[in-house]
């Protein structure tokens, strides 16, 4: 059974920084196509952030291109988003998910973890 933990979420002041991370368990990430992290607003669709794929290369949503890294440690079977330069629209919950195929929606997906940056 695959299961994805998030941690790292809170409150920040805008300007800050946080860092989250995902742990799997039941799988190596390596095996995965695409480990993703995803946010959700209050009232809002849930939209990509970022991903990285099982090769390495990476893709950002432009709201955070310059500001967020993801990046994964396969030894540690983590993935992680580093968020620098917060502001008060980032604030959403964020999941982490995972991808078998090349294409497709996420085949497993995580708890998700708040994060809060006040203004």
């Known amino acids: 059974q695959v299961k994805l933990v998030e941690s790292g979420g809170g409150l920040v002041q805008a300007g800050g920084s946080l860092r989250l991370s995902c742990g799997a368990s039941?799988?190596?990430?390596?095996?995965?196509?695409?480990m993703s992290w995803y946010r959700q607003a209050p009232g809002m669709q849930r939209d990509l952030v970022a991903y990285?794929?099982?090769?390495?290369?990476?893709l950002y949503a432009d709201s955070v291109k310059g500001r967020f890294t993801i990046s994964k440690d396969n030894a540690k079977n983590t993935v992680y988003l580093q968020m620098n330069t917060l502001k008060p629209e980032d604030t959403a919950v964020y999941y982490c998910?995972?991808?078998?195929?090349?294409?497709?929606?996420?085949?497993?997906w995580g708890q998700g973890t708040q994060v809060t940056v006040s203004s």
């Open positions: 998910a995972a991808r078998s195929q090349l294409i497709g929606t996420p085949d497993y």
């Open positions: 039941g799988r190596s990430i390596f095996t995965f196509n695409r």
């Open positions: 990285i794929s099982a090769g390495g290369s990476t």
